[in-house]
């Protein structure tokens, strides 16, 4: 069993949807958590990060981590064409541990 | 502010062939990292560097090789190619210290196939 799992997609929304990508995990010692953002062709760009659990919000976006489920989400109001790329979850222990990665899901936002 | 360049952006190799694939960042960043994505499995990280002339294995090191001879460079070596090794591969830098370490700033990859 993989230590972050992701569903891969891919998703497709309209244009103005909410959309919500989740990632699960197992490793209870996780504490950073960070949503990147990977456009075609592309490398991924920090969009998102939190520490330990609770929302937060930038914009449009908001990430949310539920450790005691193991539980994290990214969710995307107003959705737009430019949101279209792949998500992926990422998240470490600690600021000295490896970053694990998921391995991304595929969001297509529809005009 | 070009953060983090790769080259070449594509290579096409033959079996047995070798190769280096280079990483300059112009952040001053002291950490850097190769990773390799592949469908269905994310970011795997190849090798690592915590600083100039310090190197470190990560979670899938076999075939590669890695050099850190200036703080802005980091090199990524293949010196038998294999159709394994046919990937995307990403560069990443990071500051040193704290919570920053967390936040990787990638370059736009190198597209690889060994034939």
């Avoid at chain 1, 929304?13 to 062709?41: D, H, K």
């Avoid at chain 1, 959705?79 to 600021?95: F, G, I, N, W």
């Avoid at chain 2, 990483?23 to 469908?39: F, G, L, S, T």
Wanted: glycine residues 8%.
């Amino acid at each position: 069993q993989k230590e972050v799992e992701q569903d891969p997609g891919p998703l497709s929304v309209p244009e103005g949807a909410i959309v919500s990508l989740n990632c699960t995990y197992s490793n209870s010692a996780f504490q950073y958590f960070m949503w990147y953002r990977q456009y075609s062709r592309k490398g991924p760009e920090l969009l998102m990060y939190t520490y330990s659990s609770g929302n937060k919000e930038d914009g449009r976006f908001t990430a949310q981590v539920d450790k005691s489920s193991k539980y994290i989400s990214l969710f995307i109001r107003d959705s737009q064409p430019s949101d279209s790329a792949t998500y992926l979850c990422a998240m470490s222990e600690s600021s000295a541990s490896k970053i694990i990665f998921g391995s991304g899901t595929r969001l297509s936002i529809r005009p | 502010n070009a953060g983090v360049t790769q080259t070449p952006k594509f290579r096409v190799l033959k079996t047995g062939q070798s190769m280096t694939l280079l990483c300059a960042q112009d952040m001053n960043h002291e950490y850097m990292y190769w990773y390799r994505q592949d469908p269905g499995m994310g970011l795997r990280l190849i090798h690592y560097s915590v600083g100039e002339g310090t190197t470190a294995k990560g979670e899938v090191p076999d075939g590669y090789n890695v050099s850190r001879l200036k703080k802005q460079n980091f090199l990524l070596g293949l010196e038998s190619a294999a159709p394994s090794q046919t990937s995307v591969y990403f560069c990443a830098s990071t500051e040193a210290g704290g919570w920053a370490k967390n936040i990787q700033y990638f370059g736009a990859g190198t597209r690889l196939s060994v034939l």
